[in-house]
T-cell receptor, first 106, second 114 residues
Framework: GDSVTQMEGPVTLSEEAFLTINCTYT??????LFWYVQYPGEGLQLLLK?????DKGSNKGFEATYRKETTSFHLEKGSVQVSDSAVYFC?????FGTGTRLTIIP | DAGVIQSPRHEVTEMGQEVTLRCKPI?????LFWYRQTMMRGLELLIY????????DSGMPEDRFSAKMPNASFSTLKIQPSEPRDSAVYFC????????????FGSGTQLSVL
């Protein structure tokens, strides 16, 4: 079946550092791709999405580009903040990666 | 909109007891999903419904697990009998079928089976 593989955490960065969390998928065709974020004690919420090749999803300074040639959807942010500390999930349709815990140190 | 509502938020029970988790999807959403989250396995899809009909229950781990959706505004996930390895956070999510595919998640039920 389809699967999503994302960078294993935990990831710890200093405030204002550059962030990349890698994600690759196996589904054929052109599935919609998503990044969700989960804050402590809460459910997942959509961070951004892209629906076709070369689309760039963006929200709250985060970006991810749908790369069909490499079947990837890496999450990036140029300058992280303490408030970005959370668990990030890459997803394709109903299949989720295992999540990457991100901690930002002041 | 109140969002997806799950109850209870926390459930502690003893091995062998029956556990029922409840979910109210967002009004107007006709697809409902049950997920289980554990440290070891991440987020696993257990079952989902379209228009109250179960579509795919291949993720339900054992016959001890069952799910129902008697109407468009309510679903239950039942574990009978419960076992310690069922301890996890169980999430319910909903969305409209077709169109925008993003899921809306509830806050989850933290289940501990002693």
């Amino acid at each position: 079946g389809d699967s999503v593989t994302q960078m294993e955490g935990p990831v710890t960065l200093s405030e204002e550092a550059f962030l990349t969390i890698n994600c690759t998928y196996t589904a054929t065709g052109y599935p919609s791709l998503f990044w969700y974020v989960q804050y402590p004690g809460e459910g997942l919420q959509l961070l951004l999405k892209a629906t076709k090749a070369d689309d760039k999803g963006s929200n709250k300074g985060f970006e991810a580009t749908y790369r069909k040639e490499t079947t990837s959807f890496h999450l990036e942010k140029g300058s992280v903040q303490v408030s970005d500390s959370a668990v990030y999930f890459c997803a394709e349709k109903l299949t989720f990666g295992t999540g990457t815990r991100l901690t930002i140190i002041p | 909109d109140a969002g997806v509502i799950q109850s209870p938020r926390h459930e502690v029970t003893e091995m062998g007891q029956e556990v029922t988790l409840r979910c109210k999807p967002i009004s107007g959403h006709n697809s409902l999903f049950w997920y289980r989250q554990t440290m070891m396995r991440g987020l696993e899809l257990l079952i989902y419904f379209n228009n109250n009909v179960p579509i795919d229950d291949s993720g339900m781990p054992e016959d001890r697990f069952s799910a129902k959706m008697p109407n468009a505004s309510f679903s239950t996930l039942k574990i009978q009998p419960s076992e310690p390895r069922d301890s996890a956070v169980y999430f319910c999510a909903s969305r409209t079928t077709g169109g925008d595919e993003k899921l809306f998640f509830g806050s989850g039920t933290q289940l501990s089976v002693l």
